[in-house]
């Protein structure tokens, strides 16, 4: 590694204590000031935040490396291919992918299933617990896909986001009616988890990316907004599935 | 190391489906060979390595503290005010060491947020560095905390989720209107990019130690619901600042319209 390289991975370090000072100074303040608490196991705590400290400097390198670069690569390419059935097909399995295996959808279904067997919506045995469960993960999975797909199209033709955003609030309403009054918390809480980490900035860069290359599109006004029409769609098709289900 | 490892194999899971599409459609559809492949295959590797990392860091040192102080927090020693047994009923005002908490946790967790400086860090990119980086994340960073402070006394007083949810969809149309145009889907996506790694275990924490504390409250129905305040907000408070930035560039004579320009 020459010296260059490491003058640049220092002042990532740097840039990525800065970032977790915040949580630091609250979690400091707090506990010692309020709660008048001594802080547990210093040293663990220590190792923790070293190892946070490294694992964000990493991320931040790899998205700039990988993430973002084949997000928009691939946009590029599908819009030079000119095919759009390929590419909402990748946009549904990107979507869909990436969501039906995510730790935090599986834990909220897997709640929620507990919370239908409370209510006698479904019977409280085991298996009746993880067929429901397993249907909302897959209900969720192909609402965002679904997401996804209506976000690219939006792109390809330039509609303006708040269309969308504002029909899937009316939606969001309408639902909210009608469900299980039970189901609204999680519903509104499945919207923010689908969302992982890995998936945000690719779809960020997917969608930039094809904004930037369709005539006449502004990668400001038309490139973001995938994001939020995914984490919208999840409310209504959850809403749903506690309707229907059971 | 058992962790790590552990941390390891969970993060490959989170990568390899999006690795699966992503090679996949490289390799069937597109058919063509990705420049500097290399590069980007050590990239993931960076992703796969450094997000390992970081969960296994705040599993084995700020989430269990953060856990341990909500805990304390909600404890109805602490609310109470020490060990006396209070003779009148808890009010709202008796949880506002929760509110600080939840309003400080909220900002501290959205800064350190890895999704949102991937979207700042394009925002910033697209907008040819007229959207700076920090703008983006301190203005975030302060819908969530406002978010998530609103949400723990909405807890606390067990009003319905959906009037707020509502009343800030509607707050959230009206400035659509005035907003200025070029901010509009960046401030939806907002919402959305917030609430993923370090956001969701610790406020979920907080607000199920807090339903189960509050007599009347259900932790299974009152519990939920803090992560959709902390998705509403930073859309407010993202249009908000675009439309303050304009207004104070206006009154110096900046031209109308002209792109949020932060401090």
């Known amino acids: 590694m020459g010296a260059n390289q490491l003058r640049i991975l220092f002042r990532s370090l740097a840039e990525s204590a800065r970032d977790l000072l915040p949580i630091v100074v609250v979690i400091a303040v707090f506990q010692l000031a309020l709660l008048r608490q001594p802080i547990p196991n210093l040293l663990d705590l220590l190792v923790g935040v070293l190892l946070v400290l490294l694992g964000l400097t990493l991320f931040i390198r790899g998205l700039e490396m990988g993430l973002f670069p084949i997000g928009e690569t691939m946009a590029y390419a599908f819009a030079r291919k000119g095919s759009l059935f390929w590419l909402l097909l990748f946009a549904f399995a990107l979507g869909f992918g990436t969501t039906v295996a995510e730790p935090a959808l599986i834990a909220v279904a897997d709640e929620a299933a507990k919370m239908a067997a409370a209510d006698g919506v479904i019977a409280a045995d085991p298996a009746a617990l993880a067929g429901y469960a397993k249907g909302l993960r897959y209900t969720v999975a192909v609402s965002v896909g ?83 029409f995914a984490s919208l769609t999840p409310m209504i098709f959850v809403m749903g599935y506690g309707m229907v289900a059971g | 190391m058992s962790g790590l490892l552990a941390a390891l194999l969970g993060t490959l899971r989170d990568v390899l489906p999006i690795a699966a599409v992503v090679f996949g459609f490289q390799l069937l559809v597109i058919r063509r060979p990705v420049p500097n492949l290399k590069r980007v295959l050590l990239g993931f590797v960076y992703v796969l390595l450094g997000l390992a990392l ?102 606390v007083t067990g009003t319905p989720i959906h009037w707020y949810i509502i009343g800030g969809y509607v707050v959230v149309i009206i400035q659509t209107l005035y907003a200025p145009r070029l901010i509009i889907p960046l401030a939806y996506d907002s919402g959305g990019v917030t609430t993923s790694t370090v956001t969701v275990p610790l406020v979920a924490a907080l607000g199920l130690g807090l339903a189960s504390t509050v007599p009347g409250r259900s932790p299974l129905v009152d519990g939920f619901g803090l992560i959709a305040f902390a998705s509403l907000f930073p859309m407010i408070s993202v249009m908000g600042y675009a439309q303050l930035s304009r207004h104070l560039g206006r009154s110096r004579g900046a031209p109308a319209g002209s792109p949020p320009k932060a401090p």
Do not use: C
Request: aromatic share 10%; charged share 10%.
């Open chain 1, 146 to 228: 679904f997401a996804i797909v209506v976000g690219v199209f939006r792109i390809i033709r330039g509609w303006p986001i708040q269309y969308l955003i504002v029909g899937g609030y009316i939606g969001v309403v309408i639902m909210t009616l009608f469900a299980p009054k039970e189901i609204v918390g999680i519903a509104y809480d499945s919207g923010g988890v689908t969302t992982s980490t890995i998936t945000v900035p690719l779809v960020t860069a997917l969608g930039v990316g094809l904004a930037s290359s369709i005539k006449g599109r502004n990668p400001m006004v038309d490139g973001f907004g995938l994001i939020a």
């Open chain 2, 54 to 155: 970081f969960l296994e860091g705040l599993e084995q040192a700020l989430f269990p503290l953060g856990r341990l102080m909500a805990q304390q927090l909600t404890a109805p020693e602490f609310i109470g005010g020490g060990a006396e047994l209070l003779t009148r009923p808890l009010g709202a005002w008796d949880y506002r060491w929760i509110y600080l908490f939840a309003f400080a946790v909220g900002f501290a967790t959205t800064i350190a947020e890895p999704s949102l400086i991937a979207v700042a860090l394009k925002a910033h990119e697209v907008s040819g560095g007229a959207i700076s980086v920090w703008g983006l994340r301190i203005a975030v960073a302060i819908g969530v905390a406002v978010g998530i402070a609103l949400g723990t006394f909405r807890i």
